[in-house]
């Protein structure tokens, strides 16, 4: 599966921005699919998660009831609505498929490239 992101930008505090990673792969559909970021001078980090069925989904604390996470298994696509954004917020994310979501935050199986997401205040 290769991944690759889209749709970062610089965006004012309390605004909106929502990434899409598109997928190629036949395998698309099996895998669960998850975001990460990194801050400058900080590690990876989680963010959110879905399972391929759509049915679960996980969100790091600090962008539940902000951010949320969705996948179009017909077009191998996975997006990142992000709401009420902050300077916090400021990073390079990252699309990931791994095989569930309680698995992901440990072992992720392909990466996409990042997308610059920036937060000004």
């Known amino acids: 599966v290769q991944l690759q992101a889209f749709g970062g930008g610089l965006v004012q505090a309390g605004g909106s921005l929502r990434l899409g990673c598109t997928a190629s792969g036949r395998a698309f559909s099996s895998y669960a699919m998850g975001w990460f970021r990194q801050a400058p001078g900080k590690e990876r980090e989680f963010v959110a998660a879905i399972s391929w069925n759509h049915i679960r989904t996980r969100y790091a604390d600090s962008v539940k009831g902000r951010f949320a996470i969705s996948r179009d298994n017909a077009k191998n696509m996975v997006y990142l609505q992000m709401n009420s954004l902050k300077p916090e917020d400021t990073a390079v994310y990252y699309c990931?498929?791994?095989?569930?979501?309680?698995?992901?935050?440990?072992?992720?199986?392909?990466w996409g490239q990042g997308t610059l997401v920036t937060v000004s205040s």
């Open positions: 990931a498929a791994a095989g569930s979501v309680v698995v992901i935050t440990t072992g992720v199986d392909y």
